[in-house]
């Protein structure tokens, strides 16, 4: 169940934040307390700043639906809005306009077009880093896909956090080590130059990884 809903009453204490919300229009209670689960009954929020989507993030999607297309041969139009139903129908958003959707579901969206490309390998005419409206989901997306986050070819786990001489790779936990996906050209490159001068001309940086 999705409703719009309005905040109208908040406070924060030492657990977390208490919400009071308002669904103008609809009496939800008896559709609620069935999915009621030791008298707790989970949600999920999303907060609408009132911010439109940008002219940047247009671009940036509709010239990645365009490389996609250019490759499968799919109509751009069409494409588009598969996209935007299977975002739709992973996420559980409730179908959207580009033409006046927030800026956070533009953002969300983006990501899911740039895991897409991602997952399948899909050249861009332009890099990614460039695209991407979320850096640390995008160097995300890379570690989980093994792309280079500079070019986006097959890449290898390199560790940002330098491990240290003498230590065995193959039985240490390096779960709490910062770690980037490169290609082998950038691999090299980046313990030639350095950690922070690779960090400073490619404007990336390494991140704690797990699975979802």
């Known amino acids: 169940m999705q409703y719009f809903s309005q905040i109208t009453g908040i406070r924060e204490?030492?657990?977390g934040t208490d919400l009071i919300l308002h669904i103008p229009g609809e009496w939800v209670q008896s559709k609620i307390i069935k999915y009621r689960n030791n008298n707790k009954i989970n949600a999920e929020i999303?907060?609408?700043d009132g911010r439109t989507i940008t002219a940047d993030q247009r671009k940036k999607i509709f010239a990645t639906v365009k490389d996609i297309?250019?490759?499968t041969g799919e109509h751009p139009e069409e494409l588009r809005a598969w996209l935007l139903y299977d975002y739709c129908i992973e996420t559980g958003e409730i179908p959207f306009s580009l033409s006046n959707c927030s800026i956070s579901q533009a953002r969300e969206f983006i990501t899911f077009i740039?895991?897409?490309i991602l997952k399948h390998g899909i050249p861009l005419s332009d890099e990614a880093?460039?695209?991407t409206d979320d850096i640390d989901r995008y160097l995300w997306g890379c570690l989980k896909y093994s792309r280079c986050c500079i070019c986006g070819r097959k890449g290898e786990m390199h560790h940002w956090n330098a491990i240290g001489m003498g230590r065995d790779r193959s039985k240490i936990d390096d779960s709490d080590l910062r770690k980037i996906q490169l290609c082998r050209e950038h691999h090299t490159e980046a313990h030639a130059i350095g950690r922070d001068t690779f960090g400073n001309k490619y404007h990336v940086y390494g991140i704690l990884y797990e699975e979802e």
């Open 13 to 15: 204490t030492e657990k």
């Open 46 to 48: 999303r907060i609408d």
């Open 69 to 71: 297309a250019l490759l």
């Open 114 to 116: 740039i895991d897409f």
């Open 129 to 131: 880093l460039n695209r």
